[in-house]
């Protein structure tokens, strides 16, 4: 047998278990998770501790370029509003080599640090001068592309984006490169769907938000979806920032996610990214529709977005996944950590993410994370059992914050203990090893790609 290993711990979906056999198929899907297994020939063992690799729910791959460049204050206030600027400035220049650069960059960097899927939500589509390219699929290709070359699961959720604010308000000249029609969006994603499948990649939807599509854009745009995918995933930006509310509000009496949910199907094929302010009510009916929470705590952090009530949502039954969103951190361990450190803070209690079940709060994170963004991406990668594609990270269990401790220690210090330094050994997606020793393949030459793009794009 050649296509399996024996961990001698794993986080299975119940929780650790012993000396598990993990064996797969040709095609990079589980075929046996077995604890309590012997050692055989041929099936070599791996010691450090083997947890499901984490969904990245959320990116803009092109954004990782911008990380670092706007912390100083621009303004009296400074705010998410006036980062927008600053992002918009760089999305005008950007050309396909050098977004393909970017993510490829950014995607061995996500393998590095324990993503092993990445939902990319897509939404710079035509050429610098607002008009689209010949091929209309130029910049969706280079992201396909970079996700094959760095061995990442992908979801790809190209973005329709229609107007500059609530009440059908006409674009603006910064997000020229972002609108279509929605007969167009329809068109890409046609053209789309067979690229994604010949590659293993998921092909969905992102209405970008209330504020950039109309209700009849909407309408329009998910009915077509249905006929091309009934049961593709949709992702919206939602109740990110308080100003959204007010605006949404003003617009139609009612709060955003309210508004989503009496006015969409909303169902477990959405992932609702931010969700930040909700009321009680919203928190219950949003939780209740079944669709995941996608959270972004360091780009939330760096934003000054606010803080999501994880009890709240976890009480109503919500599911929650996490994403790097802005990449101002690449580093699933580190999200976690935020989300629970910012549950802390607010609630002045500890390990609020720990559940009866699994008191543990990293792994009870970890588990429910894994989870929600494999529902959040659509694809078969949720868990280590029978079915679902291996997609697994093996921690470094001679980091000086793991070596001696056992398995569950070894997590927990893994998400609070290790930073600012990798604690992770190898990560393999579909089977296959593509970090080991705590480096991708591609390493270098990923990490050069992605210096030069930067470097053109801020030069004047
Ligand atoms: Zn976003």
Redesign the pocket.
């Known amino acids: 047998m050649t296509n399996a290993l024996l961990a001698t711990d794993a986080l299975l979906p119940s929780g650790w278990a012993k000396n598990v056999l993990l064996a797969w198929d040709e095609a990079g899907q589980l075929t046996q998770v077995q604890p309590d297994a012997q050692p055989a020939a041929g099936v070599p063992t791996v010691r450090g501790p083997v947890i499901p690799g984490m969904p990245n729910l959320?990116s803009?791959a092109f954004q990782r370029a911008i990380a670092g460049l706007t912390e100083f204050r621009g303004e009296a206030q400074d705010s998410f509003w006036s980062w927008r600027t600053l992002m918009y400035r760089f999305a005008a220049r950007l050309d396909p080599a050098q977004l393909e650069a970017i993510a490829f960059g950014l995607y061995v960097e996500m393998l590095e640090a324990g993503y092993t899927a990445v939902c990319e939500?897509h939404y710079v589509h035509h050429d610098i001068d607002g008009r689209p390219y010949a091929d209309d699929a130029t910049l969706a290709l280079a992201l396909l592309r970079a996700a094959q070359r760095a061995g990442i699961g992908l979801t790809l959720l190209p973005v329709l984006y229609q107007t500059s604010g609530f009440g059908g308000l006409p674009p603006h000249e910064g997000q020229r490169r972002f609108i279509r029609t929605t007969d167009s969006m329809l068109g890409l994603l046609e053209r789309l769907k067979p690229l994604c499948a010949a590659q293993g990649a998921r092909l969905g939807l992102a209405p970008h938000s209330l504020r950039a599509v109309p209700p009849e854009g909407l309408r329009e745009a998910l009915a077509g979806l249905q006929a091309i995918d009934a049961t593709a995933p949709i992702h919206i930006?939602i109740a990110e920032q308080t100003k959204e509310v007010d605006d949404c509000v003003a617009w139609s009496g009612q709060r955003p996610v309210a508004w989503l949910l009496d006015h969409a199907p909303v169902d477990a094929r959405w992932c609702l990214?931010h969700a930040t302010h909700m009321d009680a009510d919203e928190y219950r009916r949003a939780a209740a529709s079944g669709a995941v929470a996608g959270l972004?705590p360091t780009t939330e952090a760096n934003l000054g977005d606010g803080i999501f009530d994880l009890p709240a949502w976890r009480a109503a039954g919500g599911a929650w996944g996490l994403g790097s969103?802005s990449h101002i951190c690449v580093n699933a361990a580190e999200e976690l950590m935020l989300l629970e450190y910012s549950q802390r803070l607010a609630t002045r209690t500890r390990n609020v993410a720990a559940s009866e079940t699994q008191p543990q709060v990293a792994a009870a994170m970890t588990l429910a994370a894994v989870h929600g963004g494999a529902q959040a991406a659509g694809r078969a990668i949720g868990r280590l059992a029978h079915g679902q594609q291996a997609d697994f990270v093996v921690l470094d269990a001679a980091h000086p914050a793991l070596a001696g401790l056992g398995a569950p220690e070894m997590l927990s210090s893994h998400v609070f203990a290790s930073h600012r330094t990798s604690a992770i050994d190898a990560v393999w997606v579909a089977g296959r090893a593509r970090v080991q020793a705590g480096r991708h393949l591609l390493h270098d030459s990923a990490t050069a790609g992605f210096v030069a793009a930067r470097s053109e794009l801020l030069t004047p």
Do not use: A, E, P, Y
Request: hydrophobic share 30%; with cysteine; proline share 0%.
């Open positions: 959320h803009h939500f930006h990214v972004c969103d």
